[in-house]
């Protein structure tokens, strides 16, 4: 069988397999260097909860201490502030800017911060790149000007690596259904597009993976890209 024989390209099935669990090692090895700061971004249904959920069991595995949070929420005020700008009113889009700084502000001072300065890694589903793309691109506000608000409120704190989600809208939106009301309101095609912008203007640190490859496979890419640039 071709699987079980050796040749100059495949080598054996033994050395294939210490090669493996060599770069498996390397893996685990680089996450283990210093604690991390990662967030993941994507339209609803990208998958993006998943994925932190995967990463910080993985981080959790192999001895790290983890904190895994979320935006809007984290804190008390912040899901309070969550409750209002998914399930409430329509908003002007200052209006939402000013919340997300507001609970992100709390999430940090409360949360974030204090994990990272005891050496906990943190992972956090949506962060600034959410307000950046959600209303500074999609509702106009600008990048800049939405930037230097939330700039203050994290008092510049940003993640190591943003690792970004990207699914077309169309099949992300038959994931979730008819999604919170921000998204409600026709925005996912822009926001699709607002996130590629945002991979664009910050490729230092922000990763575009295609999240419609199956759960395992994504989450094995996420590693790899953490340990690459430990």
């Known amino acids: ?8 390209l495949t080598g054996s099935p033994a050395r294939a397999s210490e090669r493996s669990a060599r770069r498996r090692a390397a893996v685990t ?42 935006e809007p929420g984290g804190t008390a005020l912040g899901e309070r502030v969550r409750e209002l ?26 949360v974030i911060r204090p994990a990272l300065e005891r050496g906990a890694d943190v992972v956090c589903d949506r962060y600034i790149d959410s307000s950046l793309a959600y209303q500074g691109i999609a509702r106009g506000l600008g990048v800049d000007a939405v930037l230097d608000l939330n700039r203050e409120a994290i ?42 912008e945002l991979a664009e203007l910050f490729p230092e640190r922000i990763v575009a993976l295609d999240g419609d490859r199956p759960p395992d496979v994504v989450a094995s890419l996420v590693r790899q890209e953490l340990a690459a640039h430990a």
């Open 155 to 196: 008092g510049g704190l940003l993640p190591d690596r943003t690792i970004l989600l990207l699914v077309e809208p169309a099949r992300a939106a038959m994931r979730t259904g008819a999604g919170d009301r921000i998204e409600r309101d026709g925005l996912w095609t822009a926001l699709d597009l607002a996130y590629r």
């Open 1 to 8: 069988m071709l699987g079980a024989r050796s040749n100059h």
């Open 29 to 70: 090895a680089a996450l283990c260097l210093a604690a991390v700061f990662v967030t993941f971004e994507g339209i609803d249904g990208s998958g993006k909860t998943t994925q932190a959920r995967l990463l910080a069991e993985h981080l959790a595995g192999e001895g790290h201490d983890v904190v895994a949070t979320r």
């Open 85 to 110: 700008l998914l399930a409430g009113e329509e908003m002007s889009p200052w209006a939402e800017a000013a919340l997300f700084a507001a609970a992100r502000a709390e999430l940090v001072a409360r």
